[in-house]
């Protein structure tokens, strides 16, 4: 996950080929949900842009899940 922190755009590149869904979740630190997108296929780098945080600056938490909802990574991500 790059750059962190990052802007208007971050990058996700995957270790293996996901032939799966995959769901990104994006939390504030009071645990509301500010942006979900489920990806299918993705290729070993993905970019991802989300208007949905667009103006919104600080600290979030994603969570990449696979389709059954078991979450894969977990991380802090940083808006500037």
Same mark, same amino acid.
């Given at each position: 996950l790059y750059p962190n922190p990052f802007s208007n755009e971050f990058r #996700?590149? +995957? *270790? /293996? /080929? %996901?032939t799966d869904k995959i769901i990104i979740r994006i939390t504030d630190i009071m645990g509301r =949900? %500010?942006? +979900?997108?489920? #990806?299918? /296929?993705? =290729? *070993? /780098?993905? #970019? #991802? %842009? *989300?208007p949905s945080l667009e103006g919104k600056n600080g600290l979030f938490l994603i969570r990449i899940l696979d389709q059954e909802g078991k979450i894969l990574v977990s991380r802090k991500l940083i808006k500037q």
């Open positions: #996700i590149r +995957f *270790l /293996q /080929q %996901v =949900d %500010v942006a +979900f997108n489920a #990806i299918y /296929q993705p =290729d *070993l /780098q993905t #970019i #991802i %842009v *989300l």
